[in-house]
């Protein structure tokens, strides 16, 4: 029994663990893997040797090994310092060109305001024009005109009332005819300043009246066509602008086209008002002309059209070329009616 325990005891102290001794580690500290230097130094065998504690010279290592981490440590604070003046470099350069894009903003504001302006003051011009000219064409017509036709009507009667054998009835006849012209005269110029039935009969048919007295003077024929107005009408400054761009364009036929026809289309569309004055005429080099190189040969009227048409919000193009006619067209833009739309046909 007795060997029998002494055997047990002597397995249980085999089984059982033995304590272990204080155990020692150690800790290597690597630098960042992102570094050229710190890829260098990892790929050293003698750093790793020295790393380790092996090799004989294992002080000389770790000196080198410190004075690596040193230099990668120089290399990593210049590049810190030279991002953080590149940074400072993108923040001044960011804002100028913030200073420079507030000034250029503000610039174009300055110039739209402006434009504004020059289209405002150019409108109350063109508005104290038409209302100059017509006052100056209802004293023509009511004074100067009303005392022709009264002189006329006295001239007639004294002639009916000579004997037909009286001396100076030739003289009497020739005095009627200089008041007759005077009066036909003065006609043309009410109607060139602001034709009266303008504001009583609408565009199409003072218009129309205008292409026939033309063709009279310029012995060219002129087909006329008006579209989509029926018993409507275009607001009174569309056709006031439509007007006197038709007179322009045709007087620039009558003076430069030479032309042997000439056609006119008025149109009234959706919520605008059209105009299209073409001739087949010896045209011009339109480029020349709108950047003033040949304005001193009488084309200014071409600006004219233009500023027109831009003071009512409306666009107007030139389709020309040397020995093809000339076609001028003008859409002019208007709010519609309360409750009522414009249609076009």
């Given amino acids: 029994m007795k060997n029998l325990a002494a ?9 059982e663990p033995r304590p272990l001794g204080p155990v020692k580690a150690k800790v290597i500290k690597r630098p960042p893997p992102d570094s050229k230097d710190t890829r260098r130094l990892l790929h050293e065998p003698e750093l790793h040797q020295s790393m380790l504690g092996e090799g004989p ?3 000389n290592h770790c000196r080198t ?17 030279a991002n953080e003046e590149l940074e400072l470099r993108v923040r001044q350069r960011t804002a100028e060109l913030w200073r420079t894009h507030q000034a250029l903003k503000a610039e174009r504001v300055h110039r739209k305001r402006a434009e504004r302006v020059h289209l405002h003051v150019l409108r109350c011009l063109v508005e104290a024009q038409e209302s100059e ?16 036709t009264v002189l006329s009507l006295g001239l007639k009667r004294l002639g009916e009332d000579l004997p037909r054998q009286a001396p100076f009835r030739t003289r009497l006849a020739q ?3 200089i008041v007759g012209g005077m ?5 043309s110029l009410v109607w060139n300043l602001r034709p009266p039935a303008l504001d009583d009969l609408g565009l199409v048919a003072v218009l129309r009246r205008y292409t026939e007295q033309w063709t009279k003077l310029a012995g060219v024929p002129v087909g006329f066509h008006s579209r989509g107005f029926g018993k409507r009408r275009l607001p009174l400054q569309v056709e006031t602008t439509l007007y006197r761009i038709a007179q322009e364009a045709l007087t620039n036929v009558f003076k430069h086209a030479r032309a042997r026809r000439v056609s006119v289309l008025l149109e009234h569309g959706r919520n605008q008002g059209a105009l299209i004055v ?7 080099q339109i480029e020349k002309v709108l950047k003033g190189v040949v304005s001193a040969q009488g084309h200014a009227g071409l600006m004219n059209m233009r500023e027109r048409a831009t003071m009512t919000g409306g666009t107007i193009n030139f389709e020309t070329a040397p020995g093809s006619g000339t076609t001028v067209s003008v859409r002019i833009p208007f709010a519609p009616e309360p409750g009522k739309e414009g249609t076009g046909e």
């Fill in 7 to 15: 055997i047990s005891s002597k397995r249980r102290r085999a089984v």
């Fill in 57 to 59: 010279d294992h002080l």
């Fill in 65 to 81: 090994a410190v004075t690596n981490i040193s230099v990668w440590q120089r290399a990593l604070d210049d590049l810190r310092k």
């Fill in 133 to 148: 000219r017509g006052r100056l064409a209802r004293e023509l017509h009511d004074g100067f005109g009303q005392e022709l």
């Fill in 175 to 177: 005095l009627s005819n």
């Fill in 183 to 187: 009066m036909s005269e003065v006609h």
């Fill in 278 to 284: 073409e001739d087949d005429g010896r045209g011009f």
